[in-house]
């Protein structure tokens, strides 16, 4: 529990019950359960490096700076430290907004990084059909796997589809949780059609009921669906085990081999602003390789040269 300090008779609050005030405030927005755990999570995290149970009063820039040299001294990855960053600075202006005086934590940017996706290969692995006799787990796995790469939904939008959020007839999805909070629609293509039209009987239920759900009915959780792709993946061959690189796959495909836009990538994926779809559209650039030859110097230099005959 965190202590209180007084201070001229007053009552003065830790850093970690302000954050608890925080955090607080944040649910009664309505902000999601992924949201929430990860604010829960990185105020652990950062507890390692900062002092949380000194008065946020007490607290001074020098802290927040040897917070950072402590984050970087013990190893951690630059864009983990920015992700600490980020959530402190979101802490920080809400203090500030609630009158509360906090200093100014050092602005740290992320690297950008480009993920490995799956490769075409190991996707004809993944969504090669399993056998028959399989069980549910594995047909259901199969079967999520396949919707991941027809629509690179998030993880917490594919364990929240309802029965009855599937309308095969008008080949499309409603997605209705999702991080911004608003409604998605996504589309089907011809093939995923066609497993969903012979998986929905198999798993059966009423309407409300979750569409991928766990072997007795219920809700996937997160670990759940984790540790289920996991499965799926080592299944048939695969090291990789990110759900989410399915998402970052789907992306570089969209664009890159499928030749789609940056604005329909943007609806497909449920980004409210085009900031991350730029941010894709640029690391799996498909048009600067586009007829290259006419414009490499290399290629130029190479390119043989007619000689003049006499006539």
Wanted: hydrophobic share 35%; net charge positive; proline share 3%.
């Amino acid at each position: 529990m965190a202590r209180k300090i007084t201070m001229n008779g007053q009552s003065r609050k830790s850093v970690a019950e302000v954050f608890d005030d925080f955090v607080l405030s944040q649910m009664a927005q309505g902000l999601s359960d992924i949201t929430i755990a990860t604010y829960r999570h990185h105020i652990h995290s950062i507890s390692n490096h900062l002092d949380i149970q000194k008065p946020l009063e007490a607290l001074t820039r020098k802290d927040l700076e040897a917070m950072i040299v402590s984050m970087r001294a013990s190893g951690l990855a630059h864009n983990s430290i920015s992700s600490y960053c980020r959530v402190f600075r979101t802490f920080s202006n809400w203090c500030r907004r609630v009158g509360l005086n906090i200093p100014e934590l050092p602005k740290i940017k992320d690297k950008e990084t480009v993920k490995e996706a799956y490769t075409d290969a190991e996707l004809l692995a993944l969504l090669k059909r399993p056998n028959k006799n399989c069980s549910f787990c594995e047909y259901r796995n199969w079967a999520i796997v396949n919707f991941l790469m027809n629509s690179g939904c998030r993880s917490a939008s594919i364990r929240n589809i309802q029965n009855r959020d599937v309308d095969l007839d008008a080949r499309q999805v409603i997605l209705r949780h999702n991080k911004n909070g608003k409604i998605q629609t996504v589309p089907l293509c011809s093939q995923m059609v066609s497993i969903l039209r012979e998986y929905m009987p198999i798993r059966g239920g009423k309407p409300e009921d979750f569409l991928f759900c766990d072997q007795y009915g219920g809700m996937l959780s997160m670990n759940g669906l984790r540790l289920a792709i996991a499965r799926h993946n080592q299944s048939r061959g695969v090291e990789k085990t990110s759900a989410h690189l399915y998402r970052h796959t789907f992306a570089r495909k969209y664009l890159v081999d499928c030749g789609g836009d940056a604005f329909m990538l943007q609806r497909l994926l449920g980004h409210s602003t085009l900031k991350m779809t730029k941010h894709y559209c640029a690391i799996y650039d498909a048009d600067i390789a586009k007829d290259y030859d006419r414009f490499s110097p290399l290629a130029q230099l190479n390119q043989p040269k007619e000689k003049i005959h006499r006539r």
